[in-house]
């Protein structure tokens, strides 16, 4: 490791005071710390380079990341972030995907340095939006969590027509419908009522909105399968967003197209920490091995 990229959500307490620790920390093991310009506005940290977020990725051999998977994620839509491994530090309250915590972060980087790390590689997708079927690319968007196709606040419940393969799947009467990886199983779709997948899948999970009928539920296809989503509503008031990052507008027969997307992002594992211990502690489960 010669260079090591610095991003970091300044809005979380004490992020500032972090950057500046670990920067001078890694200068200090003569290993050059780039940083964005904000972080350098407000930290103490001396003799770094100063970049924007695009070149910090494509100029750091690995990149730390500290905030909440809100940070990732903003990050993952970044040019270059398939290109670099990630050392995702959670600051936040959760923290599916930045895994990491501060306890762990100097014993982390010091495996780091001597090379004796696991990358994590998490599928994204891709969407693909159009205005009608066949029609011109709108907006394609990779995506590391979701893709939700939903009304707008206050809009009428929506219809939407999904197809698996080019086959006919099912219509929704719902609020909307999330198209998740493994990695926003634990995410929106989560809260939506959907199920858990581990990451080293290679599934999608639909999870309808509220859905206007108790049969329609959640389920899981291969992540090699192409879905269609196409508006049948008579309204617009409908947007698609990626990772609750973009939103597009969609209107009566717009069209995303979803797959797996040829990126991923690769994740530094935490030293410590299993997956099913981030289960257990995020999601409060109980329960004691010896009983």
Known sequence: MKSIGIIANLTKDGAARIVAEVSNWLQSRGISALITEDCAAVSDSRNCTVADKESILFQSDCVVVFGGDGTLLNMAHLPGAETVPILAVNLGSLGFLTEVTLDELYPALEKLLEGDFQLDERMMLQATLRKKAGGKIEAQRVALNDAVVSKEPFSRIITLETYVDGEYSATYEADGLIVATPSGSTAYSLSAGGPIIHP??????LT?????TLAMRPHVISAESRISVVVRSDHCNIALTTDRQESFDMCPDSIVEIEKAPETIKLIRSCKTSYYEVLRTKLK???NRNG
Not at 208 to 212: A, D, N, V
């Open 208 to 212: 309808p909105l509220c859905p206007h």
């Open 285 to 287: 489960w109980g329960g």
């Open 200 to 205: 080293s899948l290679n599934a999608f999970v």
